[in-house]
């Protein structure tokens, strides 16, 4: 049993990615998405997450815990791969190398983003509707959040395909290729809510 | 006609620890030429491009059918079978280099042990041996045997792992080749009663979790063997395997 705890970390590496994270950041950008009807609305979202009972346990079950060890799981992943796209240019490969890239930007947008919203709430920041809108009044910021928020959402979609494979759901050519569509659709429909939420808040 | 050349830029290796370099050839062109054809051109008449005397070149090969697997090395940038390499097919100067995944023995031969270590590992083999005659096997339905046989031509050949981006220094992946046995050996009725023992190996170190589905293997394979599909499947079994062996025993 010893022997397969690689494995077991790849398969929980590649479940956690779903559920949890994945599911979070649906949750995350749809409710985001409330920004498009107004500051009244994404403040009364706000409010409603924040009313959520054992807020703080949830946030460490379902997000932070699984987040860490999908990070720093998922580095170790990407750093021992030797990317080979130059003499091997097939759509899969290059699908391979920005799985591993788009982790690495999400990470550290993550990162940055946690920093300027979680932690300033856990040290008194009020957060509500205005303090994102004064994030985003810098246009470097919009800039980096637009490419933080297509970062993730490509890991996402790929990372569901990749899924797919990893738990034996999709096994021939042409069920993998059907999900290539599918995930595709994930990445434009989840990019563009995504998307659309931070322009909410460009006033 | 006559005087038509073919352009080759090798990389050689002297020893398995020296500094490898590259040294340019013109070798007389005939028509079908193979790459093999134009090495053993060199091997004839060892001279150089510059005209000096040279070593000749050192190339593994056997079947020159593409059935061994022995000749495989990196030309134009892809890793192939050098006996099916056409000349004619291929753009000049020709490059042709060793297999980076394999430590170099000398100039385009390389040492493949890491692949049969791989497939001792994961028991690719039927266990018959016994201390009396057990009699004949159950049969195989022709449906499975179809399709088992298009995975059983695997020649070891390590094109596979050349082009896998998981393949490297930094990783103990045994490669695609493997799993893929797995499969094979794992779908016969007389190696299906030791399956578990594949399994397990295939869950150890090195095994199919280090798999990052570029999908290179099997854009790759000279044999057009279904690694990705191989994979995908074993995935499912160790999956279950994985699951059974935590909660029943
Ligand atoms: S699976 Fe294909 S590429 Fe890999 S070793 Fe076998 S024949 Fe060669
Ligand atoms: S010599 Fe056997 S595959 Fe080329």
Redesign the interface.
């Known amino acids: 049993?010893a022997?397969?705890q690689?494995?077991?970390?790849?398969?929980i590496h590649s479940l956690l990615g779903l559920v949890p994270i994945g599911l979070f950041l649906l949750v995350h950008l749809v409710a985001n998405y409330s920004a498009t009807r107004g500051a009244e609305a994404f403040n009364s979202t706000v409010t409603f997450m924040e009313s959520l009972p054992i807020l703080i346990v949830l946030e460490f079950v379902f997000i932070y815990i699984p987040l860490l060890f999908h990070a720093i799981y998922g580095i170790y992943?990407a750093?021992?791969?030797?990317?080979?796209v130059?003499?091997?240019g097939?759509l899969?490969?290059h699908l391979?190398?920005w799985?591993r890239i788009s982790g690495i930007i999400t990470l550290i947008f993550v990162a940055w983003h946690v920093w300027q919203t979680r932690i300033q709430i856990a040290m008194g920041t009020e957060f509500n509707y205005d303090l994102m809108a004064s994030i985003l009044s810098n246009p470097a910021m919009v800039v980096f959040y637009v490419i933080g928020v297509l970062a993730a959402v490509f890991h996402f979609s790929n990372g569901i395909?990749?899924f797919l494979?990893?738990?034996?759901?999709?096994?021939?050519?042409r069920s993998?290729r059907l999900a290539s569509y599918f995930t595709l659709v994930i990445f434009v429909v989840v990019s563009f809510i995504g998307i659309r939420a931070i322009t909410a808040f460009i006033q | 006609m006559a005087d038509k050349l073919v352009h080759l830029i090798i990389t050689r290796q002297d020893t398995p620890d020296s500094t490898p370099y590259k040294e340019e050839f013109k070798v007389p062109y005939r028509p079908n030429m193979n790459v093999i054809s134009a090495l053993m051109e060199i091997q004839r008449n060892p001279v150089n491009a510059q005209g000096q005397k040279t070593k000749p070149v050192i190339w593994e090969s056997n079947c020159l059918e593409e059935v061994c697997g022995a000749c495989s090395m990196v030309i134009n940038g892809k890793p192939r079978q050098a006996c099916s390499a056409l000349v004619d097919k291929l753009e000049q100067p020709i490059r042709i280099e060793p297999m980076s995944t394999f430590p170099v023995q000398r100039d385009l031969s390389v040492d493949r042990s890491r692949m049969f270590d791989a497939l001792k590992r994961v028991k690719a083999w039927i266990p018959i041996d016994g201390t009396y005659d057990l009699g004949p096997g159950p049969r195989m339905p022709e449906v499975d045997r179809q399709w088992a046989y298009e995975l059983s031509k695997c020649m070891t050949c390590g094109v596979c792992l050349e082009a896998c981006p998981n393949v490297n220094e930094k990783s103990p992946f045994i490669g695609p080749f493997a799993i893929s046995q797995v499969r094979l050996f794992n779908q016969h009725p007389t190696g299906a009663m030791n399956k578990h023992e594949r399994l397990e190996a295939l869950m150890g170190e090195g095994g199919i979790a280090e798999c990052g589905n570029s999908q290179n293997c099997v854009q790759a394979c000279p044999k057009g063997i279904p690694l990705t599909t191989s994979i995908a499947h074993m995935n499912k079994e160790t999956n279950k395997y994985a699951l059974k062996r935590f909660f029943f025993s």
């Open positions: 049993m022997n397969s690689e494995f077991v970390s790849r398969r992943i750093f021992q791969a030797k990317s080979n130059g003499n091997f097939y899969r490969n391979f190398l799985q395909w990749s494979v990893h738990w034996g759901i999709t096994v021939g050519p993998q």
